[in-house]
């Protein structure tokens, strides 16, 4: 099947720092992926849509200028958390479409201390 | 807004057991129904996905069975084994958003199989 890849897998961060963690899909291209955050005993909940070549879509609540989404090319797209706070400590998750499913990364673990 | 409500975990089961995971949800028209499960470590991978209603989706010995009459796409198995120990999440995309592949999640439900 389909592969998705995330980098880091896990990043320890000061408050006040910004964390890029990168999304590739390894063997298909993606116009369009998804950036989840996940809580502990939570569900996965969707930040925001990345679309190649242009903006990414948010969702409501989803504060755009903490959360930077860069769709830079058909196999990556990368969300930077701009200066990071013990709040924003999650675990991250990018997934990507193709041919009517989506494929999910492993996701990146982020504390921020 | 459209929802996906999972029964609380964790589920702690015998190996061979019989396995249920409710799952309910809430959605105007006909969302498309999906099972995801998650093992230790790794990312979600789609286990099975029911598109109309009374479709019965399958996939490792797991069933749902997508019930518009009550809102319903819970998942089942005859036999579980240890090897089946993961987080489960039930999902629905709105009908219609096939092209923008928007899914919504369930909380996700931990299966532990003990031996």
């Known amino acids: 099947g389909a592969v998705v890849s995330q980098h880091p897998s896990r990043v320890i961060c000061k408050s006040g720092t910004s964390v890029k963690i990168e999304c590739r899909s390894l063997?298909?291209?993606?116009?369009?992926m998804f950036w989840y955050r996940q809580f502990p005993k939570k569900s996965l909940m969707l930040m925001a849509t990345s679309n190649e070549g242009s903006k990414a879509t948010y969702e409501q609540g989803v504060e755009k200028d903490k959360f930077l989404i860069n769709h830079a090319s058909l196999t990556l797209s990368t969300l930077t958390v701009t200066s990071a706070h013990p709040e924003d400590s999650s675990f991250y998750i990018c997934s990507a479409p193709r041919i009517a499913e989506q494929f999910f990364g492993p996701g990146t673990r982020l504390t921020v201390l | 807004g459209d929802s996906v409500t999972q029964m609380e975990g964790p589920v702690t089961l015998s190996e061979e057991a019989f396995l249920t995971i409710n799952c309910t949800y809430t959605?105007?028209?006909?969302?498309?129904l999906f099972w995801y499960v998650q093992y230790p470590g790794e990312g979600l991978q789609l286990l099975l996905k029911a598109t109309k209603a009374d479709d019965k989706g399958s996939n490792k010995g797991f069933e749902a069975t997508y019930r518009k009459e009550t809102t319903s796409f819970h998942l089942e198995k005859g036999s579980v084994q240890v090897s089946d120990s993961a987080v489960y999440f039930c999902?629905?995309?709105?009908?219609?958003?096939?092209?923008?592949?928007?899914?919504?999640f369930g909380q996700g439900t931990t299966l532990q199989v003990k031996p």
């Open positions: 999902a629905l995309m709105a009908e219609g958003s096939s092209n923008t592949g928007k899914l919504i």
């Open positions: 063997d298909f291209q993606a116009t369009t």
């Open positions: 959605a105007t028209g006909y969302p498309s």
